[in-house]
């Protein structure tokens, strides 16, 4: 069994509303002490939402960190007190306008191991119903609402025009759900 680093020492640098960034002293298996940043992060939900028709509901939505819209599914951050699940169900109401009859767990995925801990449970969310008076939306957020097949999804990823990897990772963890 391999050894695990050995945590020396924890300084946090700065917490911010929704994380928090470390840096931290170890001793790595092979005797080498090193400091290594570590964002630490409450986890979050990404929600796949299906209309009856089988078309799924995607986001273009203004991105402040690289300065630009891009195309995504609804997710956000797990707020105190929330599970990923009332997260998901959260998100995809304020963010696409939609309440969903049924959301379906269907697994997890690192956004970015090497600096953050984040998870991301992803979801599929069927018998969506518009809402005649969806939630507020986040001030932050500069969202547009889309709707397109699942083909078209796919050949938006492979095209490039979707580049958020949560969005093709979750969309190749429900590829088999909705490519009917």
């Known amino acids: ?8 020492r924890r300084k946090l640098f700065y917490q911010g509303r929704k994380f928090a960034y470390e840096i931290n002293r170890y ?4 005797k080498v002490e090193a400091e290594l940043e570590c964002i ?16 799924l509901i995607l986001l273009r939505q203004y991105r402040f ?13 797990i707020e105190s007190g929330e599970t990923a699940l ?3 169900d959260r998100e995809v109401q ?13 697994g ?6 090497g600096y953050s801990d984040e998870i991301v449970t992803i979801f599929l969310a069927t018998e969506l119903e518009k809402m005649e008076t969806p939630p507020i939306q986040d001030e932050d957020e500069d969202i547009e609402v889309l709707t397109m097949t699942p083909i078209a999804v796919e050949q938006a990823i492979r095209s490039g025009d979707i580049t958020d990897s949560k969005t093709i990772s979750a969309f190749m963890m429900v590829r088999h759900l909705v490519m009917v």
């Open 65 to 77: 960190t690289i300065q630009r819209r891009i195309l995504e599914f609804p997710a956000g951050t």
């Open 108 to 113: 997890d995925i690192y956004l970015a191991p």
């Open 27 to 30: 001793r790595l298996p092979n």
């Open 86 to 88: 009332s997260t998901a």
């Open 1 to 8: 069994m391999l050894e695990l680093p050995q945590l020396l």
């Open 40 to 55: 630490r992060h409450p986890g979050g939900a990404l929600v796949v939402p299906m209309t009856a028709s089988g078309d």
């Open 94 to 106: 304020e963010e696409s306008g939609y309440k969903a009859g049924t959301i379906k767990q269907i």
